[in-house]
Each structure stands twice: as C-alpha cells, then as structure tokens.
C-alpha cells in the first residue's frame, strides 16, 4: 500500500534521503504509522545489498539506493534524472531494448548484460525489470534491481575455457569423455563417446542403466563389481578393457577409465567422471600375436628371435625341449654367452 501510494508522488530532489525521493514527500502524511513504516522502508532499501532502481517511462532514474548506484561508480544523487543507456555496453543495448519491450508485455523480464561504469570500465550485471503501475493501474515505469556478477561470469568463463579445452585434447585422443551424476543417475556422454559406438546424439538414454545394457553379457558382473569396488573406496583402481555392444550390434573392445570426483561430506559417491578409447584394433592384433605365438609353440624346431645385442627376445617350446632353459631363464640373456662354449669361432662370428 505504501508503495502504491507513494508511486503518485513527485520527484523531490532536495530530500535527504538518496534512497527513494519519490517517497519522501509522503512524509508531510498526518498518519504517523505510516510516517514511522515508510521510513523503515527507506531505510531497508538503503541498506539493501541488491542495488534497486525506479525508472520513469522515458527510461530516467527516478530514485536508486546505495547499492545500485555503486555499482556503476556513482554517488545515489548523481543518477537521479539521468538516461539508463550509459551504463548498458552499446553492443548490449538492442538486448535490453528487446527485454524492455518483453516486460510491456509480460511485467518483468531477466537478463544478464555488460555494464558500464562511471569511469568507463565494463563489468557484468544481471537485471530484472520489473513494470510499476500508479493507483489507477496505468503503467508508469519501471523498477530495476540489478547485482554484479562478473566474479561468476569470469568464472563461468574459465571454466568453458577448461571444458573447451579438456573436449579438443580428447577428441584430438580419440577418446570419449562420461560424467555420470551418481545420485540422478544421469550420464553425460560426449559426442565421441556416442560416435565411437556408432549412434548420433540423441538416439541413447544417456542414463547409466543404459551403459550397463551395453556390456557384454560375460563381462557385465566383473565390471559391475569394479564399479561397486571403487564406488566404496576411490583406492580401488577403475581402470580395465570390456566389450560393449554398437548400435550395429558388433562388439567393440574399450578401454575405459574413471575416478569418483565428488563425495559428500559422509563418504558417498556424487559425482564420477571418466573416458572411454576404442581398442578393437589392439585387442585384435594381440589376439593375432597369441594365435603366432601358439602357433610357434606348437613346431617341434626350436625357435628364438634375438636383437642386435644378441639379447633374446623370444624362446618358445622347442627351444626349451631343445637346449633346456625355459623361456622364463633364457628371455633377457645373450644368446653368444648362453648358447656357444667357443664363441671366438669364425663360424659363430659370422
């Protein structure tokens, strides 16, 4: 009702209070409670850590507290009458024009834009608009109330930077990037995490029940149980290679690694962030070896490859029948000391 009321009076520029000139006259009232409430009034906006403004139609401050008007570097009394455009950045004024024209509409608007100071610095601020109507309900301006945010804006900023930064190493990796909410049980899974099982962007649940479907069904229990194992002690290791299903239905091999980055002050896992690299290549070349290898061992000659040094490298089944020393005892020695008693012999030279 104040308020209301006190929206009809006039700019009073000589009244001694820099909060709310438009009130001040209702001080000449011959009802002291509402003298004695509208001075409290005054005086919770003065001391408002939030900076208030009221505005007229044409966009001029009416009144504004001590809060608004430090933050753009003036003193209450200098603002009073002055344009609200100085202290928008121009590039940012067909925004604040544009949610100007939102709160006609709708009563109040938010938004965040880039401030300018008295002495010319730019700052961020976030600002809600908010229409003002007189007792006849006619539309009369407007109240701003507005808060420094560049502290946050710079650390939003850097943290992009970060993210950005963090997403061209891994795609540079080939590596995809998992953070999995633990108490929603929501998954963030970046575009190369889904590309590399061939599905697009929104065709997978990003849900960690999701994940688990995709297992190969003789590994899903064991790495079920490593999950479980560092979930309740970040000491336990979550590092192993496991098959997961593409969209394709193929099996791929993935190395995946993760760590729990976030507990509550208990213990109990929040958050867990991890990557996942394609290995199929890998894991097919080793299988290749094994099968070589298998193969070697199965030849009754004994076979045994060695390097520059003479160092042996490799010594499979036939050797040890042959010479006697298993592959454990002759792998690491030098062929010439183990193998030849004259190795000064031109025949061993050569």
């Not at 965040?112 to 007189?134: C, N, P, Q």
């Not at 899903?220 to 290679?241: I, P």
């Not at 042959?322 to 183990?338: H, L, N, V």
Request: hydrophobic share 40%; proline share 4%; net charge negative.
């Amino acid at each position: 009702e104040l308020i209301e009321r006190g929206m009809m009076l006039t700019d009073d520029r000589n009244s001694h209070s820099p909060v709310l000139p438009l009130l001040t006259a209702y001080q000449n009232t011959d009802d002291p409670p509402a003298q004695e409430a509208l001075h409290a009034f005054g005086a919770a906006l003065e001391s408002a850590v939030e900076g208030i403004a009221w505005l007229n139609t044409q966009g001029h401050y009416l009144a504004v507290n001590r809060a608004y008007a430090q933050i753009l570097g003036y003193t209450p009394e200098e603002m009073i009458g002055m344009s609200w455009q100085p202290t928008v950045y121009p590039g940012d004024l067909p925004r604040v024009l544009s949610a100007y024209e939102q709160m006609l509409v709708r009563d109040k608007v938010e938004l965040e834009v880039r401030g300018v100071r008295k002495e010319g610095s730019l700052f961020y601020k976030s600002l809600v608009m908010v229409k003002a109507y007189d007792r006849q309900q006619q539309f009369c301006g407007h109240y701003c109330f507005a808060k420094d945010i560049t502290d946050r804006k710079r650390a939003e900023d850097a943290l992009h930077l970060s993210e950005e930064r963090l997403q061209l190493a891994l795609e540079g990796s080939g590596d995809g990037l998992w953070d999995w909410n633990i108490v929603t049980g929501d998954v963030y899974l970046s575009p190369r995490w889904l590309q590399m099982l061939g599905y697009e962007e929104n065709e997978l649940p990003h849900l960690v029940s999701t994940w688990a479907q995709l297992i190969h069904p003789d590994d899903r229990q064991w790495v079920m149980d490593v999950l479980n194992a560092h979930l309740k002690d970040s000491t336990s290791s979550y590092a192993f290679d496991y098959r997961v299903c593409t969209k394709s239905g193929e099996w791929k091999w993935i190395a995946n690694y993760g760590k729990v980055v976030v507990r509550d002050p208990q213990g109990n896992p929040l958050r867990m962030a991890g990557t996942h690299r394609d290995i199929t290549d890998r894991k097919l070349a080793e299988r290749k070896i094994q099968e070589q290898a298998a193969l070697l061992d199965i030849a009754t000659d004994a076979i045994f490859v060695r390097d520059i040094h003479s160092r042996i490298l490799f010594w499979n089944r036939g050797a040890e029948r042959m010479y006697g020393w298993s592959a454990a005892e002759a792998i690491g020695r030098d062929a010439r000391m183990m193998l030849y008693k004259d190795r000064a012999s031109p025949a061993v030279q050569a």
